[in-house]
């Protein structure tokens, strides 16, 4: 199983937190969202319930590609967010857990294209052994 997803820019985004990754499809971020990395996300909740055990996640902004991955929680039912998290918290937002990367370890010239409005990130999650 493989799905992508779209979300944008914000001149808010920081990706400073140590143990959590976050796509919103909230229009607006503060700067108190350090684990958000991009808004608008164009995800459907129905194709990521169809993901399971481990996912490599990409992410892709313009040429440029990081890639983290994580554990698929099977209760993950959020039409709003998406969170990864490095502990083994759960919660109906969590999509996945014991992840490898936090915000703040994602390459960081993404993270600079992503504080423009216009800057659209590619986000494929796939199931990885």
Do not use: W
């Amino acid at each position: 199983m493989k799905y992508s997803f779209r979300c944008f820019g914000h001149e808010n985004i920081r990706a400073k937190h140590h143990k959590t990754i976050e796509f919103t499809k909230s229009s607006y971020l503060t700067p108190r969202g350090t684990c958000i990395i991009g808004i608008r996300a164009d995800f459907d909740v129905s194709n990521l319930n169809r993901l399971s055990n481990k996912i490599k996640i990409t992410v892709k902004v313009n040429e440029i590609i990081d890639i983290f991955f994580a554990k698929v929680n099977p209760n993950f039912n959020d039409n709003h967010e998406i969170v990864f998290r490095k502990s083994n918290y759960h919660s109906k937002r969590t999509l996945g857990f014991n992840l490898n990367k936090g915000a703040k370890d994602l390459n960081r010239d993404i993270l600079k294209l992503m504080q423009n409005p216009n800057s659209i990130m590619e986000v494929t999650l796939e199931e990885s052994r």
